[in-house]
């Protein structure tokens, strides 16, 4: 059974810094693509940054957010930095094969029960 969880999220002023982790198992961490992606209250699900062995970011958070990987420790992290009101969501790690296109939710198998992030201003 695949569990995906995350966790580091919490009420930060903007500009601070929030760290997430997402622990994955059930799964050859390794041979997935990881992603995080976010969802505001009343907006759609929209993609954040992936990685595999290359890492990919939404324009919205490029030079502010670096996604990274452990696979010993089976984890991906998110590291969030200049954090501004509109980065406020829950976050949603994801896993899923590397062939697929790493910017679409469908691309996805496995989620995480998400993370909430709140920013204030």
């Known amino acids: 059974q695949v569990q995906l969880v995350e966790s580091g999220g919490g009420l930060v002023q903007a500009g601070g810094s929030l760290r997430l982790s997402c622990a994955a198992s059930?799964?050859?961490?390794?041979?997935?693509?990881m992603g995080w992606f976010r969802q505001a209250p009343g907006m759609e699900r929209e993609f954040v940054a992936a990685i595999k062995k290359s890492d990919f970011y939404a324009d919205s958070v490029k030079g502010r957010f670096t996604i990274s990987r452990d696979n010993a420790k089976n984890t991906v992290y998110l590291q969030m930095n200049s954090l501004k009101p509109e980065d406020t969501a829950v976050y949603y790690c994801a896993a899923g094969a590397p062939y697929r296109g790493a910017t679409t939710a469908k691309s996805y198998d496995y989620w995480g029960q998400g993370t909430q992030v709140t920013v204030s201003s």
């Open positions: 059930g799964l050859t961490f390794s041979s997935y693509m």
